[in-house]
């Protein structure tokens, strides 16, 4: 007997750990920009797995990869070289304008190498092991110790703390109050280019010029995490690339795979050298398989002419959501660069989430009042025509 939508979800409700609020949707399949559940009803997907499918679904160049890596190689452990891995490393060191690459399983891995790499280039040259790192209010890094630790939103903390020590968190947009909070133990700032689950904050291009400055002069490392504005989300494969700085430590995941499971941290060669065999590592991390994808992914873009298409469907996007805003007096604020763009409402925007999962357009949150628009990066300006439409109606 063929399982229903609803016997799945109530299977899944007894096994699995109730650690999300899923909606009631069982996803099959997707092909392009849509998305199909398990009874055939179509979905205009502007979320992309929360910034993750860049290319959409169904994409065949990039499945083949996948299917003849299967059947050459998966895993071999980082005892060993591989081919696929070498070869990503050198696409997004090449992409990021750094020197040195450590593949992680996921982006919340790749913040704790950030974090490791840092503290060790602090205790290399300090000789001490008395390092702070400042991050942001309302920031989101990931959900592990060292993740959270750095994570400026209380209520993903507290209940988890005591978390590793050492971090201040100074206000994002607001250069004098990290200046402020600069001591001589403080070897790092962290900070998303631009703020996601906060609520789809870009950074000023004066507080993140200032940042750098601030770095440079006093030999404290700049951390961007790219995870969810990077690869191309922005019109640029990096959003930092706006704004006419390196970072000395960059992180990377979601889309770097488009779907595999693969993080990054990259490094500039005299942060990188602080790390020595044994102060890091993964079993799983720059496998076979998840750098075939890395590899595939870096091939599509430059072959489908992705950021060209961000940048035209970006700026398109950008003037729809301005009149969305226009013709509703609920939406308060619009803010966003390239495809990653929010609305503010005056209110909760959860029942507007669940009208729009109704009519087959497929949108999440960014904290309680904030939709975020995700899309894939290979949408249409006639599927965003199709959004703005679906939403009108549920507003």
Same mark, same amino acid.
């Given at each position: ?9 109530? @299977?899944?409700?007894? +096994? ?24 055939? $009803? $179509? ?23 996948? $299917?003849?890596?299967?059947?050459? =190689? ?80 209380? $209520? ?54 200032? +940042? ?9 490392? =700049? ?14 494969? !990096?959003?930092?690339? @706006? ?25 500039? @060669? ?18 076979? !398989? ?7 992914? !870096? ?6 002419? +992705? ?13 729809? =959501?301005? @009149? ?36 087959? =357009? ?34």
């Amino acid at each position: 007997m063929d399982q229903t939508s609803e016997m799945i979800r109530e @299977q899944a409700e007894k +096994v699995l750990m109730h650690t999300y609020n899923r909606y009631p949707l069982v996803l099959d399949h997707g092909e392009g920009v849509f998305l199909f559940d398990i009874d055939g $009803k $179509k979905y205009l997907d502007f979320c992309a797995g929360i910034a993750v499918f860049a290319l959409g679904y169904g994409n065949k160049a990039y499945n083949e990869a996948l $299917k003849n890596q299967i059947d050459c =190689l998966l895993h071999t452990s980082n005892y060993y070289y591989n081919v696929p891995a070498v070869s990503a490393a050198k696409k997004l060191a090449a992409a990021s304008k750094m020197d040195r690459v450590f593949f992680t399983n996921s982006g919340t891995e790749a913040i704790e190498g950030a974090i490791k790499l840092a503290r060790k280039y602090y205790y290399k040259k300090y000789h001490r092991a008395d390092s702070e790192i400042i991050a942001m209010e309302h920031s989101f890094h990931g959900r592990s110790m060292g993740a959270l630790a750095v994570t400026g939103t209380k $209520k993903y903390r507290e209940a988890f703390e005591p978390l590793i020590g050492g971090t201040v968190f100074a206000q994002y947009n607001h250069l004098e109050d990290i200046e402020a909070k600069i001591t001589e133990r403080t070897c790092a700032i962290i900070l998303e280019t631009i703020q996601g689950e906060g609520g789809i904050y870009p950074a000023d291009k004066q507080f993140l010029n200032g +940042v750098a400055k601030l770095c440079k002069e006093k030999d404290i490392l =700049l951390i961007l995490d790219e995870i969810q504005c990077g690869m191309g989300r922005t019109g640029t494969m !990096f959003a930092y690339e @706006q704004y006419g700085i390196i970072p000395d430590i960059m992180t990377s995941a979601k889309a770097l795979g488009c779907g595999v499971p693969v993080g990054a941290f990259a490094a500039v @060669q005299k942060v990188a050298s602080a790390f020595e065999p044994g102060d890091h590592g993964t079993t799983y991390g720059g496998n076979p !398989f998840a750098t075939t994808a890395v590899n595939a992914v !870096f091939d599509l873009f430059l072959k489908q002419d +992705v950021l060209e298409n961000v940048k035209h469907t970006g700026t398109y996007l950008y003037d729809v =959501l301005e @009149q969305i805003k226009q013709n509703n007096s609920c939406v308060k604020q619009h803010r966003g660069l390239g495809l990653m763009q929010g609305l503010e409402f005056d209110t909760s925007v959860s029942s507007i989430i669940t009208k729009a999962l109704k009519k087959g =357009l497929i949108l999440i949150s960014a904290g309680t009042n904030v939709i975020r628009f995700l899309p894939p990066l290979v949408i249409s300006k006639s599927d965003i025509d199709q959004m703005a439409e679906m939403l009108e109606e549920c507003l």
